[in-house]
């Protein structure tokens, strides 16, 4: 592990992060500004079609926010893995000429992803006070369900960015892949509106558990909200969505791992 | 590692690439060639059973042409390649540098690069700001260093890179061509660096095409030829051999092509060979020195000879008429000869071998393309058979 934490890998991945940081918003007039700009008019654009325009989410309170949470989640494992996928590719330069530890590409890309979405989560505390919504304590529950999102995606990324060296199909099939997850993760919709036997199946997937606590704990404290853990009775299915977790980081490292040493010659 | 003084351990070291006739990375030719069986690539053996040591304070040269496999060799003691056989074992850190600039991007400003090249090299910001000053120093563009690096011209680009790539520590540094770019005072600034290495007994590893940077720096040296270790020793031995190999190909005059040929008269003579004692590759200020073994089957009055010549034309040819020349049946006798060469322009030379019988100096043996030399001098303004001592008056 303390080769992992050296000086110079912590020095590395934060001029990584950096480099992406600043070349993200270059050329533009307001610059850095649009981190924050960017989610914000997308979300009023969100809160006019949802809210007011189709008036779904009819029961649930202080739905704008409700709907907002699950955005900024998705979205947060959406840029993570699309942009890790072409990380080890798009940084091709790199690989082939010197002997950086190839996961510090991977790392930095998901820092940068990381960065974004506590911006997004500024924007949503904004919302939060529109709104007036309690931030009760079961919101303290927060990191610790971003950090489970977290590990999923960088199991995902890892594994994704090493077969994307050799199989370039791949960014096409994820992408597919992602627009049907979008669909199968409660986002746009309540899960009430699905029929329950179902619901098991939807909440099985470990986005969707972690987004229906985020909302339980941060926006809706109801006893009623469909969760993993209400859904399966406290039962021990309750932590399949973690087992998943972990299986997809293990297997997302031993693959990287495995491929990272022919990444110079095969890129 | 056992041993302390050794820096570098490299032990049967193999690579093959897999060279992808068609490039099969989508899923679908994979899964298409998985049903199929059939393998679309083809094995390319880029480097095979390599096997050396760099000591610790040692300049180790790495030469070859274009294709050997010593680029390859570079990247897998980088750690940039993985090797497919043997091991290969660093004592302590070691920073390559492969190409100058390695990361840097057009759209950061050079100070921006600066930090983010110099994080590639294991440096923090703390230490980076620390630097800096430094750094843009020696690379001359202080005025420019709040510009975008696109704004720059590759000569700066290439002071810039330079002068963060020297900043690099580590107890190994590799160095690839990094000076077949430059100006002349560019280049001039790139051997001062090297001196400085040499001097304070830096071990590097240093791969090149300049025969006269690897006899000037490097105090030992290994010639690759298809991925094979074709000569090691001293930085004069390698660079000679490197040298006439380059000019036995360039003039399609191989050595090896024109067959050595000889021919004796049995009845008296039983053998006759050279052995080369200087090395291959000769300075003007150097020594040719060789020694002619013969054997006799029957007593009579010998008489040596030999013939240098270039391209086929004999440029240089003496006997030994003055001497009276051991003529004992059945015992190998030796005959060495000295010549200096400030007479010669560079090029590769073959000598010719023969033993006469004084009456009547009959041709009674020879040998002939038994032996080469190079003149590896680089005085770009003489040519042709034989040397002048010129001079221009304008």
């Known amino acids: 592990m303390r080769r992992f934490v050296t000086k110079q890998n912590r020095a590395l991945v934060s001029e990584l992060v950096r480099t992406d940081f600043k070349l993200r918003y270059q050329g533009s007039v307001l610059g850095y500004a649009w981190s924050l700009l960017r989610p914000l008019l997308l979300f009023v654009i969100l809160y006019v079609v949802f809210v007011k325009v189709l008036k779904s989410g009819g029961g649930i309170p202080h739905f704008p926010v409700y709907l907002l949470l699950g955005i900024v989640i998705w979205n947060f494992f959406y840029e993570m893995t699309v942009l890790s996928l072409g990380s080890i590719v798009a940084r091709g330069d790199l690989i082939r000429k010197i002997s950086i530890p190839r996961w510090s590409i991977v790392l930095s890309t998901s820092i940068s992803a990381l960065i974004n979405l506590f911006l997004n989560l500024i924007v949503v505390l904004v919302f939060i006070f529109i709104n007036h919504v309690d931030l009760l304590r079961t919101s303290l529950w927060l990191p610790l369900i971003l950090l489970e999102v977290y590990v999923l995606a960088l199991g995902v990324s890892l594994f994704l960015s090493a077969a994307f060296v050799k199989f370039r199909d791949l960014s096409y099939i994820w992408e597919v892949v992602l627009q049907a997850g979008f669909y199968l993760t409660p986002i746009l919709y309540s899960l009430s509106i699905v029929p329950p036997k179902y619901q098991k199946f939807i909440l099985i997937n470990p986005l969707a558990q972690s987004i229906q606590d985020a909302r339980y704990a941060v926006v809706t404290h109801s006893p009623l909200a469909i969760t993993t853990s209400r859904i399966f009775h406290h039962g021990w299915y309750m932590y399949i969505p973690f087992g998943l977790v972990v299986a997809a980081l293990v297997i997302g490292l031993i693959y990287f791992r495995r491929e990272s040493k022919y990444f110079a010659e095969n890129i | ?394």
């Open chain 2, 1 to 394: 590692m056992s041993d302390d003084n050794i820096a570098i351990k490299v032990e049967g070291v193999g690579k093959t690439f897999r060279l992808p006739h068609e490039k099969n990375n989508s899923i679908k030719s994979a899964v298409i060639n998985f049903y199929k069986r059939k393998r679309t690539f083809e094995k390319q053996v880029a480097l095979q059973d390599i096997s050396f040591e760099v000591k610790k304070g040692e300049f180790f040269g790495i030469v070859g042409r274009n294709g050997s496999g010593k680029s390859t060799l570079l990247k897998l003691l980088a750690g940039i390649y993985h090797p497919g056989k043997g091991t290969i074992n660093i004592n302590g850190t070691l920073t390559p540098f492969i190409e100058l600039g390695v990361g840097f991007s057009p759209e950061l400003t050079g100070r921006e690069n600066v930090f983010l090249n110099g994080a590639l090299l294991g440096f923090n910001r703390s230490e980076m700001e620390a630097m800096y000053d430094d750094i843009v120093a020696f690379a001359e563009i202080e005025r420019f260093m709040d510009q975008k690096l696109k704004n720059y011209s590759s000569g700066m680009q290439v002071r810039l890179a330079f002068s963060i790539a020297i900043r690099a520590k580590g107890d190994i540094l590799l160095l690839d061509e990094v000076l077949a770019v430059g100006d002349a005072a560019f280049q001039q600034k790139c051997y001062n660096y090297f001196e400085e290495l040499k001097k304070r007994k830096q071990t590097v590893v240093f791969v090149s095409h300049d025969m006269g940077a690897v006899r000037r720096f490097c105090t030992q040296a290994l010639l690759i030829e298809d991925g094979e270790i074709k000569k090691s020793g001293t930085p004069d031995d390698v660079a000679g051999q490197y040298t006439l190999d380059n000019i036995a190909t360039t003039e399609k005059q191989t050595f090896a092509e024109k067959e050595k040929n000889q021919k004796l008269d049995t009845k008296l003579v039983k053998s006759l060979s050279i052995k080369m004692r200087s090395p291959v590759s000769l300075g003007l200020q150097d020594q040719l020195v060789f020694d002619i073994k013969y054997k006799l089957n029957k007593p009579f009055d010998v008489v040596l000879g030999y013939t240098i010549s270039k391209q086929g034309v004999s440029v240089a040819e003496m006997n030994s008429k003055k001497l009276k020349l051991d003529n004992k049946v059945n015992t190998e006798h030796v005959l060495t000869h000295k010549t200096g060469v400030e007479a010669f322009n560079a090029g590769a030379y073959v000598i010719d071998i023969a033993i006469f019988d004084r009456k009547g100096m009959e041709i009674v043996g020879y040998s002939l393309n038994c032996a080469q030399f190079v003149i590896g001098e680089n005085d770009k303004t003489k040519g042709g058979i034989i040397r002048v001592e010129g001079e221009w008056d304008q």
